[in-house]
Every structure is written in C-alpha cells, then in structure tokens.
C-alpha cells in the first residue's frame, strides 16, 4: 500500500506558474518505481501529464506540456514536484499524483498502470 499527499494547486491567471507537490508513504513491503502526474477536467477522461522514473530520473511528458511543466523527485522524502509555467486555461483541471511498480516505457502515461493515487488538487487558470 501507497499513501500520496498532492498539495500546491490553486487558481492563477494564465501566464502564470504553480508548483505541484506529492508525497508518498509506503506500507511495508510496498514499492514503486514510477511517480507520476495526471489531470482530468470536468467532462473529459484523465490524462498523463508527466512521470518520473525514481531510480534514475528518466522523466516523460505529455506533448501539450513539453517546454512548460517539469517533473522532479527528492527520494529521500519520496515526493515527487511538478513546475508548471506559463499555464494556459486548458491546464485547469484536478491533478492527481499516483505511482506504478512498472511500465513500458512506450506507454509512461497510461494512467490504467498506476496502482495507487492521490485525491488530486484543483489546479484553476483563468484568462
């Protein structure tokens, strides 16, 4: 079992940044390879935003947000950051941290191969 924290989110107006943490606490015998960022708007399915691999920072990213948001991990306190800049409205949607004990590497973002999840934070972007 996986417990994830997710805090940070708010309402900004577009241009403008957030930071997104997420912070995990493992049972025992309970592990995870990848950390990883999704978001899903009223009407609409979740999405992959980005994902970290913890063991050696490989990270992956959505198209709709490469050269805005980045990804990063502190693995001493198992939390996992997302930097998101120059945030458009299409952003705005609850963001969810989960992890995943292993992936394909073809399909990072998938969000059906994550097995435990945050309860998300809103993230709002006004124009």
């Known amino acids: 079992q996986v417990q994830l924290v997710e805090s940070g989110g708010g309402s900004v107006q577009a241009g403008g940044s957030l930071r997104l943490s997420c912070t995990a606490s493992?049972?025992?015998?309970?592990?995870?390879?990848?950390m990883g960022w999704f978001r899903q708007a009223p009407g609409k399915e979740r999405e992959g935003v980005a994902t970290?691999?913890?063991?050696?920072?490989?990270?992956f990213y959505a198209d709709s947000v490469k050269g805005r948001f980045a990804i990063s991990r502190h693995n001493a306190n198992e939390t996992v950051y997302l930097e998101m800049n120059s945030l458009k409205s299409d952003d705005t949607a609850m963001y969810y941290c989960?992890?995943?004990?292993?992936?394909?590497?073809?399909?990072?973002?998938?969000?059906?191969?994550?097995?435990?999840w945050g309860r998300g934070t809103q993230v709002t972007v006004s124009s």
């Open positions: 970290i691999r913890t063991g050696d920072g490989r990270s």
């Open positions: 493992r049972g025992p015998h309970s592990s995870y390879t990848y």
């Open positions: 989960a992890v995943a004990a292993s992936l394909p590497v073809r399909v990072p973002l998938d969000p059906r191969l994550y097995t435990f």
